[in-house]
């Protein structure tokens, strides 16, 4: 999951990272490169505390287009999906997907943060439990 990212040059900061999509995260680097990493830090980071807060997941829609200023931040994967599986529990008890899936309570609380990453066997387990159908796709 890409989110684009604005990166202007500042006469007193050097490159300032903003998210069109997430207004609160920003980040600096001394060059375009540097400010593009530490765009995904900031990214990674907002991201893995929003879900730890509990708060609910804000998908991109602003599309990355390198002509308009706009560059492409690649969410990390370990992230995402725990966000996936958060979102998708929504309204059942975490001790229920993990009988239903047929793990420990312990590890599919893991699995809602970035700790752990499952298998694509435990996640195929874990769509199934929630009433859900994973979907691989290479695009």
Known sequence: ???AVKIEKDKDMGYVATFPDLPNVNAFGSTKNEALREAKNALDGTM?????????FIKPKTLPDEDKGLWAVEL???????YKLYEARRGKKKNQV??????SPQAYQRFETTKSSP???TLYRLAHALG???VIDFV
């Open 98 to 103: 993990a009988k239903l899936a047929g793990i």
């Open 119 to 121: 298998s694509i066997e």
């Open 48 to 56: 893995e505390s929003d879900l730890e807060l509990g708060l609910s």
């Open 1 to 3: 999951m890409y989110y």
């Open 132 to 134: 859900k159908q994973l």
């Open 76 to 82: 990390s994967p370990r992230v995402e999906i725990a």
